[in-house]
Structures are given as C-alpha cells and as structure tokens.
C-alpha cells in the first residue's frame, strides 16, 4: 500500500474557508495513493477552545462535503482527519471521518479520549463510547485521535476488533514531542501492527505544533517520519507483514490479562 500523510500547517492566519480549499487541493493530488490521512481538527486546530463553538458543524456539513468529494476525484480511501461536531441532538464531539475511494462515509469516530483535564476539549465536548474500524481491501484499519494514543487499552481493543493498520490523527504540541514518537512505536511494537500517525504543524492559539507525522511498522521500526513544517510525508508498506510478524513472535496469544475478569485474592 501506499500511504500519504499530510502534514498540515494550522495557523491563526488562514481563515477556516481557506484552509479548507487549500487541503481539499492538496488531497486530490494524491491520486496513485491508497490511503491518505489528515491531522485533527485542521480546519480549528486543536488547541483554538474559543472556536470550537463557532465553528463546529454537523456531520454531514461543508467539511464533510469537501472531503466526500476530493476522495472520490483522487479514488482514494481518506481519513479526513477530525471536525468539531455538533450533534443536533447533543453535545459537540471530535469527530474522525474516512471516507472510501468512490466518496461514500465509510466510518464516523467520537474521540474517545478528550484532552484537557478540567479545562478546553475535556469539558467543551462529549466524549465517545465506541471503537471504530475499517475494512480496507489491503488491511483493517483502527481509528484513533491524538490524547487516545496514550491509553493502550484502546488499541488493544482495536486489535480484538481486527485491528492490523492504526490510524490516528493528531494536534500534538511540540512541548511533547518525545511522548508522540515514542507512544507511536510502543502501540506498533505491542499490538504488532502499522502505525500512522499524521500531526499539524504551525502554531495556532498560541500551542508550537509537534509535526514530526510518523509511519512504525509492527516490529517498531521507523519506516518514515516528517520535519516540523507542512509536508506530505509517502510510504509503501506491506500490510501482510502484520500477519507474518504475529506468526513469528506471537506475543499476543500469551495475553492473560484483560481477556476475562481477573480472580481476586
């Protein structure tokens, strides 16, 4: 397969519309990919709370649009990063969307995982209650989002579910940029499987971008990795690697935790 990361710069400078244009344009170049991803909350950025609100559209809203159509005009599988959703019935979530090569949603994912702690994203959205997946012709994907890197629980979870690519797309902030690289190898080498992760660069509401988007097979290896700027970082990589990797060091069938209630002493 072959896989496009776009590393996208998020600034205060460019107006949502506009960054909206400018990466539909850019993930319809991609066509003679597989797959392309793009960063969290793009058309915000991560760290703009303030805008949340404001600019937070329903599923199926201008950014759905955009994307639906530039997946079909590069007939390409697109995870089109995360929008500020609003759920007419509801709160506003982070919300993850693929779409497959012919423009058709194939997977919607609430971000599980919501950062902040008693402040920003942690109390402005709702939270997420299920594992998402998609079923690619090459491999299945597992969805994730930024904060959801750091519980492994996750993408075990994932893996039960036929996880073998992990997706994740982020708003990463430089000051952590040591955590992302090395979360990103130890979901790959633990659950034996791809890991993609595409970042934002640029600085918005004031947060350094971590950029540094990376591709980690599932023995941990650094297959690629981008610079700080915007970048479209491209992989090949085999997804029948998962299979043969978990065939010859099989240390996910001596997993006895987690597979049925404990016994308590």
């Not at 209650?129 to 079923?135: A, F, G, K, M, N």
């Not at 708003?171 to 979901?187: D, F, K, N, V, Y």
């Amino acid at each position: 397969m072959r896989a496009s990361l776009l590393q996208i710069d998020v600034n205060d400078d460019e107006s949502v519309e506009s960054r909206r244009r400018r990466v539909t344009a850019l993930v319809r170049e991609q066509a003679g990919a597989d797959l392309v991803v793009l960063p969290e909350l793009w058309t915000t950025g991560a760290f703009a709370y303030e805008e949340f609100a404001t600019e937070a559209e329903p599923l199926e809203g201008p950014t759905y649009e955009a994307m639906a159509k530039a997946a079909s005009d590069a007939g390409v599988w697109l995870h089109a990063g995360s929008i500020p959703e609003r759920d007419p019935d509801g709160p506003l979530y982070n919300t993850a969307l693929v779409f497959s090569p012919s423009g058709e949603l194939a997977a919607a994912y609430r971000k599980i995982h919501r950062f902040g702690f008693d402040k920003g994203e942690a109390v402005l959205m709702g939270a997420g209650q299920e594992l998402v997946t998609v079923r690619l012709p090459e491999t299945t994907l597992g969805v994730a989002t930024c904060y959801d890197l750091r519980f492994p629980e996750l993408f075990r979870g994932l893996v039960d579910a036929g996880a073998e690519t992990m997706v994740l797309s982020a708003g990463w902030p430089e000051r952590r940029r040591a955590h992302w690289t090395l979360l990103a190898q130890a979901r790959a080498v633990e659950n034996q499987a791809f890991v993609l992760a595409c970042g934002t660069a640029g600085t918005h509401a004031g947060v350094p971008q971590a950029g540094h988007s990376i591709v980690v097979d599932p023995w941990g290896e650094v297959l690629a990795e981008a610079g700080a700027g915007e970048e479209i970082l491209t992989v090949d990589f085999d997804p029948a690697r998962v299979a043969t990797t978990r065939e010859q060091f099989p240390a996910l069938k001596d997993r006895l935790l987690g597979l049925e209630p404990p016994h308590h002493r």
